[in-house]
Structures are given as structure tokens and as C-alpha cells.
């Protein structure tokens, strides 16, 4: 009988060992851990660099299908990097104009052409000289993801700033 009482007091002081001191979720609602990886820590980038516009400040924006107004997602970014070439004033930059595969080459140029002008517009509405911005339109020539398929079409209508230290 003593035998068989022993690997219970060993599973029971096995378990004892496991036991976690983090607080019990009372709550009735499950957590949800969310890890996210944004490459480099901002505190490994120099100030000012390609990637600190990049990754701090944010190098594109995304339209709608078929659109070329800005949203107040891309907005609210154009204004993060208007105020980062004013505090860089020798930085000149390059909105390109991007669209998704659908439709004909000529339209889709057309169509990047119109929402690089209007990030740049914008831009230089916040205070960016239009003497330091140039545009350009690559169309549907230069996905960023390769894709029949909403995802990558959404991702594929962008406009994407592209400093030029001088």
C-alpha cells in the first residue's frame, strides 16, 4: 500500500513545483498575447537616415481602388513626414505613385501619376518647399506584393516617399 502512495506524492509534488505565481484572470475574458516584430529599435537608427524615415516616420500611403483622395490614415502620416523634412531641411524627396495590376498600363499610370500629386500637394500644403519634391509614376510596373487577390491589391495602391540625402 505504501508503494502505490508513492508516485501520487510524487505527481502531487511534481505539480506543486509547476504552479504558477502569475495572477488568476478573473475577468471571464480570455487574454490575448500579441507579439510584434518592426525590425531595429528606433534606438539603433541614426537620426535622420533613410531608415529612421522609414521606419519612425513612415514611407508610404495607401488608396482606395480606383482613387487618388487621401484618407486620414495617409494623411495623418503625410503629416509625420512633412514635419521630419522640416526638421531635415536638406532632404529632398521622391513620391512615386503606385497602383494595383488591374486595368491598362496607360490608365495605371495616369492613376499613380494623380496620387503622387496628391501626396505632394499635400505635403507642400504643410509647409514642404515644392522645390524639394519631385514625382513619379511606376504605375501597376512595381508591386510591392505579388498577387491576384485583394491583399496584395490593397497593398499595391500606395504612394511611397523616397528621400535623397543631397
Known amino acids: 500500500m505504501r508503494i502505490a502512495l508513492l508516485p501520487i506524492a510524487a505527481a502531487a509534488l511534481l505539480l506543486a513545483a509547476c504552479e504558477s505565481d502569475k495572477p488568476t484572470n478573473t475577468s471571464g ?5 500579441t507579439t510584434v516584430s518592426k525590425g531595429p529599435t528606433s534606438s539603433s ?10 521606419v519612425n516616420v513612415g514611407d508610404r500611403v495607401f488608396f482606395g481602388y480606383d ?6 490614415d495617409a494623411r495623418r502620416t ?11 531641411a536638406s532632404v ?11 486595368g491598362t498600363r496607360e490608365y495605371n499610370l495616369a492613376l499613380g501619376e ?9 505635403l507642400v500644403a504643410l509647409g514642404v518647399p515644392a522645390s524639394r519634391l519631385t514625382t513619379v509614376s511606376y504605375g501597376k510596373e ?5 498577387g491576384s487577390n485583394d491583399s496584395a491589391w490593397s497593398q499595391n495602391r500606395r ?7 543631397q
Open 29 to 33: 475574458v480570455t487574454p490575448t498575447t
Open 45 to 54: 537608427i541614426r537620426s535622420g537616415s533613410i531608415e529612421d524615415f522609414r
Open 67 to 72: 482613387k487618388f483622395d487621401l484618407s486620414a
Open 78 to 88: 503625410l503629416e509625420r513626414q512633412a514635419s521630419w523634412l522640416k526638421q531635415y
Open 92 to 102: 529632398r524627396m521622391a513620391v512615386e505613385g503606385h497602383a494595383d495590376e488591374r
Open 114 to 122: 494623380r496620387r503622387a500629386n496628391a501626396a505632394k500637394d499635400y
Open 142 to 146: 512595381r508591386p510591392s506584393v505579388v
Open 159 to 165: 504612394g511611397v516617399s523616397v528621400p535623397a540625402v
